[in-house]
């Protein structure tokens, strides 16, 4: 059984810092392409940053520079570092995993940020 289970959102006051963390089981990381999106309500789900499992990465031009994601496959771990948070970052944030091959994917339950003052 596959599962993501995201923990470490919160409320985080304007230029704040939140980490996330997503622990995986039921698949091998290796072949997965570990992302991270982030959903509004009533908006499309969007990819904020994902990395494959050679280490390239992509990011979202609303994060580049603030976020950070990595990944440890041995410990079937992904984080997202979340720094300089901005009012407009708040949503809830999915955890997602995709095979490199198949594209078949699987999704966290989510985690909701939430940036104000």
């Known amino acids: 059984q596959v599962q993501l289970v995201e923990s470490g959102g919160g409320l985080v006051t304007p230029g704040g810092s939140l980490g996330l963390s997503c622990a995986a089981s039921?698949?091998?990381?290796?072949?997965?392409?570990m992302a991270w999106y982030r959903q509004i309500p009533g908006m499309q789900r969007e990819m904020v940053a994902a990395?494959?499992?050679?280490?390239?990465?992509s990011y979202a031009d609303s994060v580049k520079g603030r976020f950070t994601i990595s990944r440890d496959n041995a410990k079937k771990m992904v984080y997202l570092q979340m720094n300089s948070l901005k009012p407009e970052d708040t949503a809830v944030y999915y955890c997602?995993?995709?095979?490199?091959?198949?594209?078949?994917?699987?999704w966290g339950q989510g985690t909701q940020v939430t940036v104000s003052s």
């Open positions: 997602n995993a995709r095979n490199a091959f198949t594209n078949r994917d699987y």
């Open positions: 039921g698949i091998p990381l290796s072949i997965y392409i």
């Open positions: 990395m494959v499992s050679s280490g390239t990465i």
